[in-house]
Nanobody, 124 residues
Framework: QVQLVESGGGLVQAGGSLKLSCVAS????????MGWFRQAPGKEREFVAA????????YYTDAVKGRFSISRDNAKNTVFLQMNSLKPEDTAIYYC?????????????????WGQGTQVTVSS
C-alpha cells in the first residue's frame, strides 16, 4: 500500500508560479512511475504530467508544455510539479498518482494509488 500526500497548492496571480510536492509512504517509491492529474470544477480529471521510475522520461499534456516541469527525488520519496506562467485555466484540484506501469502513463486507468489533491487557484 502506498499513501500519497500533496502539498504546495494555493492562490496565485496569472503569470505566477507554484511548486507542488507529493510525498509517498513506503520503501518502493523508486519502482513507481508517478503522474500529476487535475480536475477543474464541472470537468473530468485530466492528465497533466508523468515521470518514469528513474526520472529520465517525462510526459506532458500539450496545454502545459514549456510551462510545467515534473521531477522526482527517489531518496526523499517525493515527486514535484513546478508550474510557471500560470493561467486562470490551470485552476483545478491537482492530484498525484503512482503506477506500477511503464507504459500508457497519460491514462488515469494505469495508476494504482492516488493522493487527496491540492487546490490550485489562478486569478486573472
Amino acid at each position: 500500500q502506498v499513501q500519497l500526500v500533496e502539498s504546495g497548492g494555493g492562490l496565485v496571480q496569472a503569470g505566477g508560479s507554484l511548486k507542488l510536492s507529493c510525498v509517498a509512504s513506503g520503501r518502493t517509491f523508486s519502482t513507481y512511475a508517478m503522474g500529476w492529474f487535475r480536475q477543474a470544477p464541472g470537468k473530468e480529471r485530466e492528465f497533466v504530467a508523468a515521470i518514469n521510475w528513474s526520472g529520465d522520461s517525462t510526459y506532458y499534456t500539450d496545454a502545459v508544455k514549456g510551462r510545467f516541469s515534473i521531477s522526482r527525488d527517489n531518496a526523499k520519496n517525493t515527486v514535484f510539479l513546478q508550474m510557471n506562467s500560470l493561467k486562470p485555466e490551470d485552476t483545478a484540484i491537482y492530484y498525484c498518482a503512482a503506477s506500477y506501469s511503464t507504459v500508457y502513463l497519460t491514462r488515469s486507468s494505469v495508476y494504482n494509488y492516488w493522493g487527496q489533491g491540492t487546490q490550485v487557484t489562478v486569478s486573472s
